[in-house]
């Protein structure tokens, strides 16, 4: 089967480089390669130009983790006796949970520039859990911060990987990851701590065997030079490829030219007994917490705060001015008014002393005619004694 893997292998690379001699980009992607790889790399997935953008507001993921690592049970042989087990209830299998809010996942991938971008607005992580683990992780929001990660513009993770060309400079890499408001709780399990002692106990014959067999083979080695030449030839074959693959590790973080940065703020590490409940009373095993305020945002908190601020002050000035246009203006109303009171006081007065002068009138000019009618028939009177 190996010899058929690898007579395929030779076969694939055979079509794929007759099939690149007709591509113009590839072949020089090819010939590149004999000289610089890495470049070559970079070179292939530049020439691959694209713009990838995935959003989510909510949403969850469940992985069996329990299941990793597990072998099938191997097949008995005919013949072999099978042992009759009773069936074990079958028990719901934990899965590890992964709730999250606000994802953001951008690509983007040009001539200059390649970058890579997550964002997370805030996430759970539940059940993170295995039977070969000595303890369960879970990862949780931090109590006092959910308020804080509810804003639309705060992020709990982000990851940002950027590979900037610069026309006239050297290329660069930058990776940064950022983690805020989070709580890493891990609860120890007595199942695996037995578990522990137990693989512990059972390894010590086996322990003890290797040691007399690792004691027996130096023995042998020192009659045997042929064993000791081709165990040295061996080692100096694991030391050359070593070298060649700290020698590549070397050479390709001097072609990224990388800057790295871990952020972490406001965070905790807490270990739980394995009897620990919330309802317990008993404090946890043990507490790291990391209260780095977020610079950032506090300043950019602080200035909106000293924009609100400002604009309060300028509303309340406003609103002081108002009032005292309001009162200035009810001053004047009220003068107005008083003044209006007066020349209407004034003019009652006024009328009041002509209505008395014209009954005063009137009453003279009623006695005038009472008197004139006397006169009349005092003349009439005369008059008709000289007829």
Not at 25 to 43: C, G, H, Y
Not at 81 to 89: D, G, L, N, R, T
Not at 122 to 129: I, P, Q, T, V
Not at 305 to 312: D, G, I, K, Q
Request: hydrophobic share 35%; aromatic share 4%.
């Amino acid at each position: 089967i190996k010899a058929k893997l690898d007579e395929g292998r030779k076969t694939a690379l055979t079509v794929a480089s007759k099939l690149a001699e007709k591509n113009e980009t590839a072949s020089n992607v090819i010939t590149k390669a004999k000289t610089n790889r890495m470049q070559a790399v970079e070179d292939a997935i530049k020439s691959f130009q694209c713009a990838i953008a995935f959003q989510a507001s909510l949403g969850s993921l469940k992985v069996p983790l329990h299941n990793i690592g597990d072998e099938p049970e191997a097949e008995k042989e005919e013949g072999e006796e099978k042992a009759i087990e009773k069936k074990k209830p079958e028990t719901p299998i934990p899965l590890g949970e992964f709730t999250f809010k606000r994802l953001s996942f951008v690509v983007e991938n040009t001539s200059i520039n390649q970058a890579v971008e997550v964002k997370l607005g805030s996430f759970e992580a539940r059940n993170l859990d295995h039977p070969k683990s000595p303890s369960a992780l879970s990862l949780l929001p931090l109590s006092g911060a959910s308020d804080f990660l509810d804003a639309k513009n705060v992020n709990a993770y982000v990851m940002q990987c950027q590979r900037i060309r610069p026309l006239s400079e050297k290329p660069f890499t930058n990776v940064m990851v950022f983690l805020q408001g989070m709580q890493i709780v891990s609860q120890a399990k007595r199942s695996a701590i037995k578990g522990i002692h137990k693989d512990l106990e059972a390894a010590i014959p086996d322990l003890k065997r290797i040691g007399q067999k690792i004691t027996d083979t130096l023995v042998g080695l020192k009659e045997d030079k042929e064993k000791v030449d081709k165990i040295s030839k061996g080692v100096d074959k694991v030391k050359k490829r070593m070298n060649k693959g700290v020698d590549i590790a070397g050479k390709t973080l001097d072609f990224l030219d990388l800057s790295w940065s871990f952020n972490v703020s406001d965070c905790e590490l807490v270990l739980l007994d394995n009897d620990w409940t919330p309802d317990c009373g008993k404090k946890p095993f043990g507490c790291i917490k990391v209260a780095s305020f977020n610079q950032e945002q506090l300043s950019k908190r602080f200035t909106d705060l000293s924009n609100e601020l400002a604009t309060a002050k300028t509303q309340l000035a406003l609103s002081e001015s108002g009032v005292d246009g309001i009162a200035a203006e009810k001053r004047a109303q009220k003068m107005e008014l008083d003044k209006l009171k007066k020349e209407l006081d004034a003019q009652k007065k006024k009328a009041k002393s002509e209505l008395e002068a014209l009954e005063q009138e009137l009453i003279n000019a009623k006695m005038s005619l009472v008197q004139a009618q006397v006169e009349i028939e005092d003349l009439q009177h005369k008059l008709s004694r000289k007829k």
